[in-house]
Structures are given as C-alpha cells and as structure tokens.
C-alpha cells in the first residue's frame, strides 16, 4: 500500500482540538470554558489531571507544526476555542484571542499547510453554560454570532470549516451520562441538548455558507460499526436500537430523513422540544461530512437498561486481547463498514475521516518512542478505507488523531494518541517511530515501491 494508491487529489491529514492542547487556560484574557470547570471538580477526571497547560500548543504551536512539516502531512484541522475569542461567549471578541488564531493559520500558511477549523470541539463558555448551554435554545443564536465573527476574521485564508464535533459524543457523554463536561445527567437534559446540536449543524452552516463563499463547509460525526452479540432475534433488535442512537441520530436529520425514532421509540422524547418548522430547517446540504472511528461495539439485550434495553459488551470482558490503552478493541473493518454506511446515504457528497487513531502505552527508550502497535493500526485501518474507496465509496481524505499526544478528556494524560511523544512535565515533543512511518508513506509519492 503506498500513498498513490488513494489517488493525487486524496486529502491526508492530522486532527487536534483546542482544550486538549492549547493550555494557557487564562492567558491574555480568555474566559474559562466548561472545561475549565468541569476539570476542577473531583473525581471527574482520572488522576486529578487538567488542561491548564496541556501541550501548552498556544505558545509551542510553531514547534508542533514543524512536525506536521516534517512528515509532509498537507492538512491540519484543530478547533477555535470559543471563550478565547469571546471570553463571554457573545459581546466583544477579545483582541488577543483573535490574533493568536491570525498567528496560528498565517504560519500552517507560510509552511505550506492548509487548515481545516472546527468551530466546535466542546469547549464551551461556561458563561454560556451558566444559562443553561446546550439545553437553551439561545445557543442557535450565540453559536451563529461566534460563527459570524470567526469566519469573517478567517474566512479569506480558511476554506474547510467543520461546525460541530461529534454531537453525540458531547451530548451523550456530557448531557446524559454526565461523564464529559458540563456533566448534567438524564433525558431532561439530553433530549434539549440533542435537538438543538442537529439544528445547530444547519443554522451555522448556513452562516459559514453565507460568509465564505467558495468554502466546503462540513460537520463531524463519531461512529463505530455495531454487531449484535448473537444472532438471537432479541439481541439483533438491540443492535439496531443502539445503531440508531450510535451511528443515525445526528446525520439521519440533517440528511432531511428525521430522527431514526422508528428504530428507536424512546427518542420521541425530542418532540418535546421541536418547534413548528423545526423539520424544515434540520436538513442543510454539507460539501462534505467527517466521519470518526475507533472501533466498534458488540450489543446484547438488557431488559433493565431503560429506554434503549441494550448495552454495549466491553472488549475485554469478551475475552478480546487486542485493544487499545482505551480498551477499545482494534477492528479496522470498522472503519470499512462505516465508510460504506454513510456512502450510502443519498446526498453525502464527500466523507473524509476526520480522527483515526489509537492509544498505547508509550515509553522513552535511548531517546525515541518505539510504537509498532500504533503504525500498525494505522496501517490495518488505511487498508481498509483504500479497500472501500476501490469499490466506489466517496472517501476523499485521512485524518490521523492525533499530532501530539494531549489531554484525553476525562482519561487525562495517560491514554496517548500523538504520532508526537509530548513529556508533560518538560514539554518536550519525541517524533514516534508511527510519525516516521507516517512520514515516509506520505513522503513517498510514487506508485510501486512499497514503505512496508
Ligand atoms: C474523539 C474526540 C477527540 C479525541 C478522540 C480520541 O471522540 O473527537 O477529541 O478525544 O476521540
């Protein structure tokens, strides 16, 4: 497998977000985000760890970009931080937050390297939240003024604009099961969050649409391949339930098909919260959708799960040796069948997958991080996205999580996805054997010779 293979106008890349790197928590003037606060309370993140420094990417950002250099990767997506540039999340954007994003885009530029922004990658102002977030309507509204602002600022050397990143992930993790920031819990919560991130994707992609003419405008998805744990009837039944809520909830909408609630009764509970002409403005014609995938999930049927009467079986609990240092299980045919899922699909004009990636226990030997476990995921999983873009899927780019490694959400700094070593106590940046690899298979553009 070599890099020609995918074809010249395949788009390679490598995905950061702002939180998980950024640091300078404080710095210059920026308000504090949900994350912020949801870091500070106990018990909520492994360890005690928090992002006030992280990568500390904010001033290091030349550094870590000279890797992105260095391994020829074209493309690098990372996200705005929102309270950066309006500290209260509507009003007056800060002058500082706005440059720095200036300074961060002008240099991807300058090393021949394009950007690819996601305006929203759950760093939420919390003075937002303190009105109620994701569960307030309003957030159509403060989300579009932020939308506004940025893409007026970069609109003119931005093209690829991302609006949210995995609705389901924020509000399932952080509105339901509380396990993410803001950490609410419950329907009450979920079903408000969830219909107004769908009607999110199209209001503001309407504003990025109208602001930054000629831009591809798109938004991402998580998703993972879902097999029933039998093939007892009751467990195929879960199965589909949980693809529903999985993989459908968010894309089926803004495809114009609905919510998936055939499949899945309980998700009538969004009625609730859908106002008259709210079907009319769900639907929005993206230039592309980045799909995210990890893994995949086996689900049997519980009677005693409320609502969705499934549960996911943990890898390791079926007796799966190969996982991830997320106990995530490494089944690259995922990615496959995922890709030919939202190929599907009538109106996706394109999918990238905007995060593949894995994390291992790396270590520092003689001054380098051998990772044979990471180049191999990646390279089992490209196989596989090469495998379904031959049969005619509409798979035009690649996206590696992630550049260096970073703060992993509520797992803190132990689970580590960079294809950069980061030491977070000295903050030095090792370039892992997998970026080598990374690096010579995109260096090497000619088709025969294989990297292998
Ligand atoms: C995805 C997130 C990304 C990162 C990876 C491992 O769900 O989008 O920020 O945490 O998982």
């Given at each position: 497998?070599?890099?020609?293979?995918?074809?010249t106008?395949?788009?390679?890349?490598?995905?950061?977000?702002?939180?998980?790197?950024?640091?300078?928590?404080?710095?210059?003037?920026?308000?504090?985000?949900?994350?912020?606060?949801?870091?500070?309370?106990?018990?909520?993140?492994?360890?005690?760890?928090?992002?006030d420094?992280?990568?500390?990417?904010?001033?290091r950002?030349?550094?870590?970009?000279?890797?992105?250099?260095?391994?020829?990767?074209?493309?690098?997506?990372?996200?705005?931080?929102?309270?950066?540039?309006?500290?209260?999340?509507?009003?007056?954007?800060?002058?500082?937050?706005?440059?720095?994003?200036?300074?961060?885009?002008?240099?991807?530029?300058?090393?021949?390297?394009?950007?690819?922004?996601?305006?929203?990658?759950?760093?939420?102002?919390?003075?937002?939240?303190?009105?109620?977030?994701?569960?307030?309507?309003?957030?159509?509204?403060?989300?579009?003024?932020?939308?506004a602002?940025?893409?007026?600022?970069?609109?003119?050397r931005?093209?690829?604009?991302?609006?949210?990143?995995?609705?389901?992930?924020?509000?399932?993790?952080?509105y339901?099961?509380?396990?993410?920031?803001?950490?609410?819990?419950?329907?009450?919560?979920?079903?408000?969050?969830?219909?107004?991130?769908?009607?999110?994707?199209?209001?503001?992609?309407?504003?990025?649409?109208?602001?930054?003419?000629?831009?591809a405008?798109?938004?991402?998805?998580?998703?993972?391949?879902?097999?029933?744990?039998?093939?007892?009837?009751?467990?195929?039944?879960?199965?589909?339930?949980?693809?529903?809520?999985?993989?459908?909830?968010?894309?089926?909408?803004?495809?114009?098909?609905?919510?998936?609630?055939?499949?899945?009764?309980?998700?009538?509970?969004?009625?609730?919260?859908?106002?008259?002409?709210?079907d009319?403005?769900?639907?929005?014609d993206?230039?592309?959708?980045?799909?995210?995938?990890?893994?995949?999930?086996?689900?049997?049927?519980?009677?005693?799960?409320?609502?969705?009467?499934?549960?996911?079986?943990?890898?390791?609990r079926?007796?799966?040796?190969?996982?991830?240092?997320?106990?995530?299980?490494?089944?690259?045919?995922s990615?496959?069948?995922?890709i030919?899922?939202?190929?599907?699909?009538?109106n996706?004009?394109?999918?990238y997958v905007?995060?593949?990636?894995?994390?291992?226990?790396?270590?520092?030997?003689?001054?380098?991080?051998?990772?044979?476990?990471?180049?191999?995921?990646?390279?089992?999983?490209?196989?596989?996205?090469?495998?379904?873009?031959?049969?005619?899927?509409?798979?035009?780019?690649?996206?590696v999580?992630?550049?260096?490694?970073?703060?992993?959400?509520?797992?803190?700094?132990?689970?580590?996805?960079?294809?950069?070593?980061?030491d977070?106590?000295?903050q030095?940046?090792?370039?892992?054997?997998?970026?080598?690899?990374?690096?010579?298979?995109?260096?090497?553009?000619?088709?025969?010779?294989?990297?292998?």
């Amino acid at each position: 497998m070599v890099r020609a293979d995918f074809g010249t106008d395949f788009q390679w890349g490598v995905s950061t977000a702002a939180f998980q790197t950024e640091g300078a928590y404080d710095a210059d003037g920026k308000g504090l985000s949900i994350w912020d606060t949801f870091t500070r309370r106990r018990g909520k993140i492994k360890r005690g760890h928090r992002a006030d420094v992280a990568c500390d990417f904010y001033h290091r950002y030349q550094e870590d970009l000279a890797f992105v250099k260095q391994m020829h990767i074209p493309n690098f997506r990372f996200s705005l931080s929102w309270p950066r540039i309006l500290p209260a999340g509507t009003g007056k954007p800060s002058d500082n937050g706005l440059d720095f994003y200036d300074r961060l885009i002008d240099h991807c530029l300058a090393q021949g390297i394009t950007p690819w922004v996601t305006l929203y990658h759950w760093d939420l102002p919390q003075l937002l939240q303190d009105r109620g977030g994701w569960t307030n309507r309003d957030i159509l509204s403060w989300l579009s003024e932020y939308a506004a602002c940025v893409a007026k600022r970069y609109g003119d050397r931005v093209k690829h604009w991302m609006v949210l990143n995995e609705p389901t992930v924020f509000t399932g993790a952080g509105y339901f099961f509380g396990v993410h920031a803001p950490g609410l819990t419950g329907l009450r919560h979920f079903f408000p969050a969830a219909h107004h991130a769908a009607l999110a994707m199209g209001h503001v992609g309407r504003v990025l649409r109208s602001e930054i003419p000629g831009g591809a405008i798109g938004s991402t998805f998580s998703c993972s391949s879902i097999h029933p744990a039998s093939s007892r009837p009751r467990d195929l039944a879960a199965a589909k339930r949980a693809d529903a809520l999985i993989n459908r909830l968010f894309i089926e909408p803004v495809l114009g098909m609905g919510y998936p609630m055939a499949d899945l009764p309980a998700l009538k509970g969004i009625e609730k919260y859908m106002l008259a002409g709210d079907d009319a403005l769900l639907p929005f014609d993206f230039d592309f959708i980045g799909i995210q995938n990890y893994t995949r999930e086996v689900v049997r049927h519980v009677y005693w799960v409320p609502y969705l009467h499934a549960k996911i079986r943990p890898a390791r609990r079926r007796g799966v040796q190969t996982v991830t240092e997320m106990g995530w299980e490494i089944y690259p045919e995922s990615i496959y069948e995922m890709i030919r899922k939202f190929s599907a699909y009538a109106n996706v004009p394109k999918i990238y997958v905007t995060e593949n990636g894995a994390a291992f226990p790396d270590v520092v030997v003689n001054g380098g991080v051998a990772d044979p476990q990471r180049t191999e995921y990646l390279q089992s999983h490209l196989a596989q996205v090469l495998r379904v873009r031959n049969e005619g899927s509409n798979v035009h780019g690649y996206f590696v999580w992630s550049l260096t490694d970073n703060f992993e959400w509520a797992e803190g700094y132990r689970a580590r996805f960079g294809l950069v070593y980061v030491d977070f106590e000295t903050q030095q940046r090792i370039l892992k054997d997998s970026g080598k690899w990374y690096g010579q298979f995109l260096e090497n553009t000619n088709s025969g010779s294989s990297v292998r």
